[in-house]
């Protein structure tokens, strides 16, 4: 059996750079979400401090870090779930399109509409089918005549790269299809309601390495008209998917930049000692 690097436990060997060299600089791109300061709290625990982060609009930006480090909390604040959580509590400023996201004036159920989320186990709704999953977002928001509805359906399945497995079987239920394909039915359903960024919490750790390429598969086409945050504790799953990656370590953000600088020449010790597998 041939080698195949997605299911490698080693990480991809890069060329490294000189002694004290730094990379290049990468291109400067739009923003199209931003945190400033941001500090997080559950009760009396701190689980995040004061974490400055840039997220470039249609790029991939890898969130790694051990378990722990408030990789899930940081993205669970970008679209305020964090706020859902008793006794959840938050300092900071966190920006879409420059836009204050916890000004008193956004709508919560509208910003989580542009931000989407996929989870980290996949979670359809079991009593309902395939097509009602992907609309159960749409019809919380707004009416769906049937036309429109068919057309959005097959939309989000065709950028879920799940269409043509389930277009004749729309009905089932969507608890009935595969660890992988309910994954892709949960991204189907995010993007139905045409989103502008899409918030993955370790969306493949639940599954094996073929419905895992299929994913990483999909985020490459997906980067080209969505903004893309991934919480991965996979390295090697960050190197081959993301544009940017930053790393946390007990709450604090180490380090970002472009994901071939963090792997190849990273700023930090703790970050170097990270990827080479010294912790974590």
């Not at 609309?135 to 359906?153: C, F, N, Q, Y």
Request: charged letters at 25%; a neutral charge.
């Amino acid at each position: 059996m041939g080698f195949d690097e997605r299911t490698s436990n080693v990480l991809p060997r890069r060329p490294r750079a000189a002694p004290g060299a730094v990379p290049p600089a990468a291109p400067r791109l739009p923003s199209k979400m931003s945190a400033s300061r941001v500090s997080a709290w559950f009760g009396e625990r701190q689980v995040l401090r004061t974490i400055d982060l840039e997220i470039p609009e249609k790029r991939v930006t890898a969130i790694i870090g051990p378990s722990g480090c408030g990789k899930s909390t940081f993205i669970r604040c970008l679209n305020r779930m964090h706020e859902l959580v008793p006794g959840a509590r938050l300092e900071g400023r966190v920006e879409l399109d420059s836009h204050n996201i916890y000004d008193r004036a956004m709508d919560p159920v509208e910003l989580r509409r542009r931000v989407g989320m996929v989870f980290q186990k996949p979670n359809p709704f079991p009593t309902m089918s395939i097509r009602d999953n992907v609309l159960s977002g749409l019809r919380l928001t707004s009416r769906l005549d049937s036309a429109a509805a068919a057309e959005i359906v097959e939309r989000a399945l065709r950028q879920a790269a799940l269409w043509e497995e389930v277009k004749d079987t729309l009905e089932r239920p969507g608890v009935s299809l595969s660890g992988g394909q309910q994954q892709r039915l949960c991204i189907a359903r995010a993007l139905a309601v045409d989103p502008e960024v899409l918030l993955m919490d370790e969306p493949c750790s639940a599954l094996d390495p073929i419905a895992t390429a299929r994913i990483e598969d999909l985020l490459h086409e997906l980067r080209l008209g969505y903004t893309i945050v991934i919480v991965t504790h996979n390295m090697q799953q960050a190197t081959r998917v993301s544009d940017r990656t930053a790393f946390f370590l007990s709450g604090d953000l180490v380090e970002d930049g472009d994901t071939d600088q963090v792997f190849t020449a990273p700023r930090d010790q703790r970050t170097e000692d990270y990827i080479t597998g010294k912790f974590g």
